[in-house]
C-alpha cells in the first residue's frame, strides 16, 4: 500500500552485547526502511545508567558496521535527550493529561500488598490523579491513563490485540529523580524521529498499549506496530546460549562471515516460498511483512554453519583473504606474502566452515618447522620409502616453472616409471610437507608452498627418516 515514507528504528539498550534476537530485530528494521527507500535511525536507549556501558555500547555498534547495517541518523543516545522528555512531559501537564503523584514508595508497597491479599491486581490505585498537586521533593509525574473501555491495535504481523483499560495504571512518566521512564522517552523519540512503522520483538506487545496511551494523551499519530515471533532453539525451548546463541562479534569471532549471519537472521520468522538462501539484495527486493509469521522461529547453529560453508565457498578469494588475516594474525602469522596467502586460501576455501577453521587448517603453510606426529611419522617414514623421496626431490629440483599443472605431469612420469599408485608416496610426501595426513590435494599443497619451501621440507624429512633408520640398526 502507499504510505508516507517509511522510517523505522532500532534502539538497543547498552546493558551488554548483540544478540541474536536483538540483531534479527535490526535487520528486519533495516530492510524494510531500504526496500521501501526511507530511513534507518539507530538508537542508544542508555537511560538506565547502572546497567548501561561504554563496552556494551561499542560494542553493539562494531556488531552493526560489521552486519553492514548502516544507518541514515544516529547514533542518537538517550541520556542526551533529557530535555526533549521534560518539553513532552510538560506538554501532557498542561494538558491535564498528566499530575504529580506524591505517594511515597513504602506507601505504594503497602497498597498493592492490601490488593494481593484481595485478590486484585497490583496496580497504582490513582490516589493523586485527581487532587491538583504540584511538583515536590520525592514526587513523580504519571499519565492520566483512560479507566474504562480498551486500547487495541492492529499489528501488522498478529492482527488486531486488544487490552483491557482496567488492567492498566497510571504509568509513571518521570521518576522521582527526575529521569524519564522507558515508556515516555520511547514514545516521545518516536514521534520526535517521526518513526512510522516500529518493528521489534513480540515480548514488547504489552508494552504497546501503555505506549499507545501516551500518544493518545499527546494527541500524536500512532506508528505501525509490527511484532515478530520470538526465537526458539531447536528444542522449541527459548533461545538460550546452550543453543549456541551468543552475541553478534562472537560470531564473528567463530569465523562467521556477515552473509550467512544475516540470511540466518532473515529466516528466522519470515520466509519467501521455499528459498534458504538469499543475497542482501535479493532480501531487500523481497522482504515483505506479511510474510513474516506468527508462530516462533527456530535457530539452528548447524544450519547456519552449513550456510557460511556455502558463503566461503562461493566468495571470491581476495575478499577472505582480507578476512582471513585477522585469523592468522592470532595464531601468530603477521604480515605473510600475500600471493602465498591467495594461494593458500584458494587450497582451503572448499573445506572450510568458518575462517577460523580455514586459519587453523593453513597454519602449516606459514609455519618455521614442521612437526610430525609420533604415530603418523612411525607409521609412514620408514627406510622403504626414502628412495622414492629422494628422487621426487631430486626430479622436482629440475623444475623451472613450479606449478601445479607441471608438478602433476613430472608425477604422473614418475608413478609410471615405478609402476606405483600415488597413494604410495602421497601420504609420506603430505606428512613431509604439512605434519599431517589430511590436507588439500598434495599438488595444491606443493604449489602453495612453493619450489624452495618444498624442496627445504622433503629434506627435512629425508634426513630424519635417515637419523631415525640409524637410531634403529
Known amino acids: 500500500m502507499s504510505i508516507e515514507k517509511v522510517i523505522t528504528r532500532f534502539p538497543p539498550s547498552p546493558t551488554g552485547y548483540l544478540h541474536i534476537g536483538g540483531a534479527r530485530t535490526a535487520f528486519f528494521n533495516w530492510l524494510f526502511a531500504r526496500q521501501n527507500k526511507g530511513k534507518f535511525i539507530l538508537r542508544i536507549e542508555d537511560t538506565d545508567k547502572s546497567r548501561s556501558s561504554e563496552d556494551a555500547t561499542r560494542a553493539i555498534l562494531e556488531s ?56 486484585l491486581k497490583p496496580r497504582y490505585d490513582g490516589k493523586c490523579r485527581d487532587l491538583g498537586l504540584g511538583p515536590a521533593p520525592g514526587s513523580v509525574v504519571r499519565l492520566k491513563a483512560p479507566r ?22 497510571d504509568l509513571i512518566l518521570r521518576r522521582s529523580d527526575g529521569s524519564p521512564t522507558y515508556h515516555l522517552a520511547v514514545v516521545a523519540d518516536d514521534i520526535a524521529m517521526k518513526i512510522t512503522h516500529v518493528i521489534r520483538g513480540d515480548d514488547h506487545v504489552n508494552n504497546t498499549p501503555r505506549q499507545i496511551h501516551i ?9 505501525q506496530y509490527i511484532h515478530v515471533p520470538m526465537i526458539l532453539g531447536p528444542d522449541r525451548t527459548r533461545l538460550s546460549k546452550r543453543h549456541g546463541a551468543t552475541s553478534v562479534l562472537a ?30 539484495e535479493e532480501l531487500i527486493e523481497k522482504f515483505s511483512l506479511k510474510n513474516i509469521g506468527k508462530s516462533a522461529g527456530i535457530f539452528n547453529p548447524d544450519k547456519m554453519l552449513d550456510l557460511n560453508a556455502q558463503y566461503i565457498k562461493e566468495s571470491e578469494t581476495d575478499y577472505l583473504v582480507v578476512e582471513l588475516i585477522p585469523f592468522l594474525d592470532t595464531l601468530g602469522h603477521s604480515n605473510l606474502d600475500r600471493e602465498k596467502l591467495f594461494r ?24 618455521k618447522e614442521i612437526y610430525y606426529d609420533e604415530k603418523d611419522e612411525n607409521k609412514l617414514f620408514n627406510i622403504d620409502i626414502l628412495g622414492l623421496m629422494e628422487e621426487i626431490r631430486e626430479r622436482l629440483e629440475k623444475i623451472e616453472d613450479f606449478n601445479q599443472k607441471v608438478l602433476e605431469d613430472i608425477f604422473r612420469d614418475f608413478l609410471d616409471e615405478k609402476d606405483i599408485k600415488l597413494g604410495r608416496i ?42 631415525k633408520a640409524k637410531k634403529g640398526e
Not at 544516529?74 to 526533549?84: E, H, T
Not at 512531559?89 to 491479599?117: N, Q, T, V
Not at 588439500?440 to 630424519?464: D, H
Request: charged fraction near 25%; aromatic fraction near 12%.
Open 64 to 119: 552493526m558496521e560489521w552486519l553492514g547495517l548502516d544507518w541514515d541518523e544516529g547514533p542518537f543516545f538517550q541520556s542526551q535527550r533529557y530535555g526533549i522528555y521534560e518539553d513532552f512531559i510538560d506538554r501532557l501537564l498542561s494538558s491535564k493529561m498528566a499530575y504529580h503523584c506524591h505517594c511515597k514508595p513504602e506507601e505504594l508497597e503497602k497498597r498493592r500488598g492490601e490488593a494481593k491479599s484481595k485478590g
Open 148 to 169: 474504562t473501555g480498551k486500547t487495541g491495535f492492529n499489528d501488522l504481523v498478529k492482527g488486531y490485540i486488544s487490552f483491557d483499560n482496567k488492567q492498566l495504571d
Open 215 to 223: 500518544y493518545q494523551a499527546l494527541g500524536e499519530p500512532l506508528p
Open 251 to 280: 560470531y564473528k569471532d567463530m569465523g562467521y562471515l556477515p552473509q550467512a549471519l544475516l540470511n540466518s537472521l532473515a529466516r528466522l520468522g519470515w520466509s519467501h516460498g521455499d528459498q534458504e538462501k538469499f543475497t542482501i
Open 344 to 367: 593458500a586460501v584458494e587450497s582451503l576455501k572448499m573445506r572450510s566452515r568458518t575462517l577460523k577453521e580455514m586459519a587453523d587448517a593453513s597454519i602449516f603453510y606459514f609455519a
Open 426 to 467: 602421497a601420504q609420506p610426501l603430505r606428512l613431509a610437507l604439512t605434519g599431517k595426513t589430511v590436507s588439500p590435494g598434495i599438488f595444491e599443497v606443493m604449489n602453495v608452498l612453493g619450489k624452495e619451501e618444498t624442496i627445504l621440507r622433503l629434506k627435512n624429512a629425508i634426513s630424519y627418516i635417515e637419523k
